[in-house]
């Protein structure tokens, strides 16, 4: 089985993954995960579980965990179209495909 996540922080949900996977019967041979963040260490508590019941599952990631710097996480610059300590933000009236929420009961209720 390949067991599927889009993020690994500290491997809980990944581990929790695999003992689900285990319950129904079936044993997780890769772990795969869009993204990791590194100093969080996730892929070495995956190992160390349970006396390294997992050790032995291949664990890979789409981005690698090196291309994640101060540098290169948080919101872009804006091109100087803004000051660029101000985030760049949306808002939903903004959006030709969003309609306006409404926060009134429905007659239905």
């Known amino acids: 089985f390949v067991l599927v996540d889009d993020l690994i922080v500290t491997g809980g949900t990944a581990v929790s993954g695999f003992e689900l996977v285990e319950a129904c019967g079936a044993n997780v041979v890769e772990f795969a995960a869009v ?29 690698h965990d090196s291309t994640i710097t101060e540098a290169t996480c948080g919101d872009p610059k804006n091109e100087g179209l803004l000051n660029d300590a101000t985030p760049r933000i949306t808002p939903c009236a903004a959006s030709p495909n969003v309609a306006p929420l409404s926060l009134t009961k429905s007659s239905s209720e």
Not at 44 to 62: M, Q
Request: a positive charge; proline letters at 3%; charged letters at 25%.
């Open 35 to 63: 993204i990791g963040i590194p100093f969080l260490d996730g892929v070495s508590k995956i190992r160390e579980f349970s006396n390294g019941k997992y050790k032995d599952v291949s664990v890979f990631t789409l981005v």
